[in-house]
């Protein structure tokens, strides 16, 4: 190998990454030797690189942005936290919806579709900031979700249950919008409920999907598909579910 | 609306439990999404974009996880389904002439920083919104996810001969961005062709 053998400019990068063939690695070493411009430039660029990696690798965490405590826009709508609380739901909920599906108890292709859905927007809750909807009345709620699911709901205080609703969120779906409403109850456990419009829908029995601790209940009502997901044993949630439902949209 | 009083439900199944490679999946794939959403906010500066993206991504990966053939490569599979559903939504955005809010997040992101970074934290911020989106992911996955030269050729699904010449082109835009050097970037593809 002699120090005039070409090199590449994707050769000096690849050096750069720890890329490079180990037979290549004489040849780049004598040509940056000789070429201390480009020596420099792959200096700056590893820097850059470092600094991305320094930067943009430990920002995450603190700069996810705590929700102002004023007025705030339905659509960024609250994540809620309970971090370890809800860290142990997340393993559950995709274990118990594809262990379920797995063994295809559900045949519905819509319903699995909607569960699906339900427990991944139960996955992406594990943000920072527990934030009640200072502002948002039941009647703006309801107004959004009746537009957002194209269906007239007039949605009813439940904190009789127990449960406040804590969030809520309009997930975008290939075909329309969907939308998720977060509960708390009084131990600071977290469900989740999901409704998609489904105009013509009357009601159906609810099915259960459940794995280790962690439940999944979906069915249809007049107009709409729902499901509610929740780190409760199966009967209790399904008794909880359906007194929360009963006060928020009975 | 009409939605009535439910009537006690009628309980059709009794639940199985998850069988043990579901739940090894599922604890891998939760295992993955800081780093997705980590991921998928350099991508579009938004903390709710970012978490709209991931659980799009979750909920694709959940319905075809018969795809994964290789339980070892489960991250850059749910990396490449994560970029293809952002350059899918990207494609949407452009449509709706929405652009990255690129200085709220690079406040966000230098205030986080120490206070020796925060400059470069600013500049860096500004500077990766600028490129192209391809340049961004090729970056972002090298430098931020310690990526391999292979596993950012399956996660994009480019050969790496192409992968190659893109992190050079996107590290000299990078450098050039850095020092003030405003570039014209044509539809987001910044040069592409001369990357075959």
């Known amino acids: 190998m002699t120090v005039n053998t070409p090199i590449s400019e994707d050769e000096l990068h690849a050096y750069l990454d720890g890329e490079l063939p180990d037979a290549r690695r004489p040849a780049v070493e004598a040509y940056l030797r000789e070429h201390p411009e480009d020596a420099r430039r792959l200096g700056v660029y590893r820097d850059d690189g470092a600094a991305i990696k320094r930067i943009f690798s430990h920002g995450v965490a603190a700069t996810h942005p705590r929700r102002p405590s004023g007025p705030r826009s339905w659509r960024s709508g609250p994540t809620v936290s309970r971090r370890h609380a809800v860290a142990a739901a997340l393993i559950l909920a995709v274990g118990a919806v594809a262990g379920w599906f797995g063994r295809e108890r559900i045949n519905d292709t819509d319903m699995e579709r909607l569960a699906h859905q339900a427990a991944a927007a139960h996955l992406i809750l594990n943000g920072p900031g527990v934030e009640p909807l200072a502002t948002s009345s039941l009647g703006e709620l309801s107004r959004r979700m009746s537009s957002a699911l194209g269906v007239r709901t007039e949605l009813r205080d439940p904190s009789g249950t127990g449960y406040k609703i804590v969030g809520a969120r309009i997930v975008p779906l290939a075909k329309g919008r969907a939308v998720q409403l977060v509960m708390r109850g009084l131990a600071d456990e977290t469900i989740t409920f999901y409704f998609e419009g489904r105009p013509g829908a009357k009601e159906t029995p609810i099915r259960r999907i459940a794995g280790n601790g962690l439940t999944t209940l979906v069915w249809e009502d007049d107009d709409l598909a729902c499901a509610i997901t929740g780190a409760l044993e199966p009967k209790k949630l399904e008794e909880v579910g359906r007194r929360i439902y009963e006060a928020l949209l009975g | ?196």
């Open chain 2, 1 to 196: 609306m009409g939605v009535m009083a439910v009537d006690p439900p009628e309980l059709l199944e009794q639940a199985p439990p998850s069988d043990a490679s579901d739940d090894a999946l599922a604890v891998a794939i939760v295992a993955e999404l800081p780093r997705l959403r980590r991921h998928a906010l350099y991508l579009l500066y938004s903390h709710a974009d970012a978490d709209d993206l991931v659980q799009d991504c979750i909920e694709a990966a959940l319905s075809k996880k018969a795809s994964l053939q290789d339980h070892a490569k489960l991250r850059s599979w749910l990396f490449s389904i994560l970029n293809n559903l952002f350059l899918m939504r990207l494609r949407s955005n452009a449509r709706r002439g929405q652009a990255l809010p690129i200085e709220d997040f690079a406040d966000s992101l230098a205030a986080s920083a120490p206070p020796e970074d925060r400059d470069k934290a600013r500049d860096l911020a500004r500077a990766m919104a600028k490129l192209s989106v391809e340049h961004r992911q090729i970056l972002l996955l090298l430098n931020v996810e310690e990526y391999g030269y292979q596993e950012v050729a399956d996660t994009l699904g480019l050969p790496i001969g192409t992968v190659m010449s893109r992190l050079a082109r996107a590290r000299r835009r990078l450098r050039a961005l850095l020092e003030g050097h405003e570039l014209q970037v044509v539809d987001g593809h910044d040069g592409e062709h001369a990357d075959q």
